[in-house]
């Protein structure tokens, strides 16, 4: 079986954990602290706090913001369901908008016609790697006054052009920058999150709030020669980082470069092979963006069954998954309000994401387009205008 994706974790990884097991210090500590400040490095933010996972690292962003019962935070339906649960979980509604028909990210013009006076937040989200278009969302955030929350929980390692130079996501051009070490992302901490920003009070907040609200943390109060009684100032959460998480994840961080590089070549080679199958089109990268190719989602031929596909490949051992689910059409949340989405049931129901890791050969791509050929090839030719016609 040809998996949808695969980590690359070496010995290096579970000696760096076994390390910390030795230690006898397991919960966050000095590998979360080590973690964070070369996380914040890397991606060129002032503050970076790590976290149990990214639904909770985008819990926290909102809170921070001051998302609450009866505000609304403008969003996509396009994305992984964790992204309309945690305004949810603010007491909150979600307004989705549509996506751009190019890349599937958020359509600022879209954006700024949702804004009303219930409007707390904007949440964009860099879906599957792929930069949202942050030169036209950042102003117009600022315009009206809202914080940009940015779910970059794909985009590790992927790089917008701004004023001419390129940056890093997670710098953030916006408030804050959500990100995710889930196994199914470029980097792992098998689960983890980290939120980026360069304002140092919603940093000490964010770090109030994963522990409890408490004043001290137990990795201060036992390296104190004194007795120290914390107090908790706010009602919080347990959403820390573990030592051995933190561990891996450095491990992870110095790797990046290699992956990222790996998964572009690989990226730029499915285009080249797939160029070759009528109908099928690529995933598009604008000259802004360079994404870190976290997925490879490409459209079907019209007519092309998705799910039959899909079954097709699996039964000649290729792993995929659909495009990226709306949350507006899940049983969560029917009911809820919200426009036509055209462009996203688009990408949700015609086009399916293919395996991409860094340790795949060109062998196994190669197996992969062949697999899809071949599944186009035994579909029925109802895109065929004589066809629709009768």
């Known amino acids: 079986m040809i998996p949808i994706t695969q980590p690359l974790l070496t010995t290096e990884e579970a000696e760096a954990a076994a390390a910390v097991v030795r230690s006898g210090w397991l919960s966050q500590g000095a590998q979360v602290a080590a973690f964070e400040a070369e996380f914040a490095a890397l991606v060129g933010a002032p503050h970076a706090c790590a976290v149990s996972n990214c639904t909770t690292a985008l819990h926290l962003a909102l809170l921070v913001a001051g998302v609450g019962a009866g505000d609304e935070v403008i969003t996509v339906s396009h994305s992984f369901i964790a992204t309309a649960n945690v305004i949810r979980?603010?007491?909150?509604?979600?307004?989705?908008?549509?996506?751009?028909?190019?890349?599937?990210?958020?359509?600022?013009?879209?954006?700024?016609?949702?804004?009303?006076?219930?409007?707390?937040?904007?949440?964009?989200?860099?879906?599957?790697g792929m930069p949202c278009d942050l030169a036209r969302l950042a102003p117009l955030a600022k315009a009206h006054g809202l914080p940009l929350i940015e779910d970059a929980a794909c985009a590790i390692g992927s790089e917008i052009r701004l004023d001419g130079a390129w940056a890093p996501i997670g710098a953030p051009v916006?408030?804050?920058?959500?990100?995710?070490?889930?196994?199914?992302?470029?980097?792992?901490?098998?689960?983890?999150?980290?939120?980026?920003?360069?304002?140092?009070?919603?940093?000490?907040?964010?770090?109030?709030?994963?522990?409890?609200?408490?004043?001290?943390?137990?990795?201060?109060?036992?390296?104190?020669s004194r007795v120290i009684f914390e107090d908790y100032p706010i009602s919080g959460f347990n959403y820390r980082m573990t030592d051995m998480q933190a561990a891996i994840g450095r491990r992870?961080?110095?790797?990046?470069?290699?992956?990222?590089?790996?998964?572009?070549?690989?990226?730029?080679?499915?285009?080249?092979?797939?160029?070759?199958?009528?109908?099928?089109?690529?995933?598009?990268?604008?000259?802004?963006?360079?994404?870190?190719?976290?997925?490879?989602?490409?459209?079907?031929?019209?007519?092309?069954?998705?799910?039959?596909?899909?079954?097709?490949?699996?039964?000649?051992?290729?792993?995929t998954r659909r495009g990226v689910m709306c949350a507006h059409l899940e049983g969560a949340f029917a009911g809820a309000a919200a426009p036509p989405l055209p462009r996203s049931e688009?990408?949700?129901?015609?086009?399916?994401?293919?395996?991409?890791?860094?340790?795949?050969?060109?062998?196994?791509?190669?197996?992969?387009?062949?697999?899809?050929?071949?599944?186009?090839?035994?579909?029925?030719?109802?895109?065929?205008?004589v066809s629709e016609v009768a």
Request: aromatic content about 6%.
């Open 89 to 128: 979980q603010c007491g909150a509604t979600p307004v989705f908008v549509d996506v751009e028909p190019a890349t599937w990210t958020i359509d600022p013009e879209l954006v700024a016609a949702a804004v009303s006076p219930r409007t707390k937040a904007i949440l964009c989200v860099h879906q599957v």
């Open 174 to 224: 916006g408030d804050v920058a959500c990100f995710s070490f889930h196994p199914r992302k470029v980097i792992t901490t098998g689960e983890g999150g980290m939120l980026t920003t360069r304002r140092a009070d919603w940093d000490q907040q964010y770090r109030l709030l994963r522990q409890h609200g408490m004043s001290v943390s137990d990795a201060v109060r036992h390296s104190s």
């Open 252 to 319: 992870q961080l110095q790797r990046l470069p290699e992956i990222v590089a790996r998964r572009r070549a690989l990226a730029a080679r499915y285009a080249a092979v797939l160029a070759e199958i009528p109908g099928v089109r690529p995933p598009v990268e604008p000259d802004w963006a360079r994404s870190n190719w976290q997925g490879y989602s490409v459209r079907l031929p019209d007519g092309a069954d998705q799910e039959r596909v899909m079954q097709a490949m699996l039964d000649r051992g290729v792993a």
């Open 346 to 385: 688009e990408a949700h129901r015609r086009c399916i994401l293919l395996p991409l890791y860094p340790q795949m050969t060109d062998e196994v791509q190669d197996a992969v387009v062949e697999a899809l050929r071949a599944a186009l090839a035994a579909e029925p030719r109802a895109a065929d205008p």
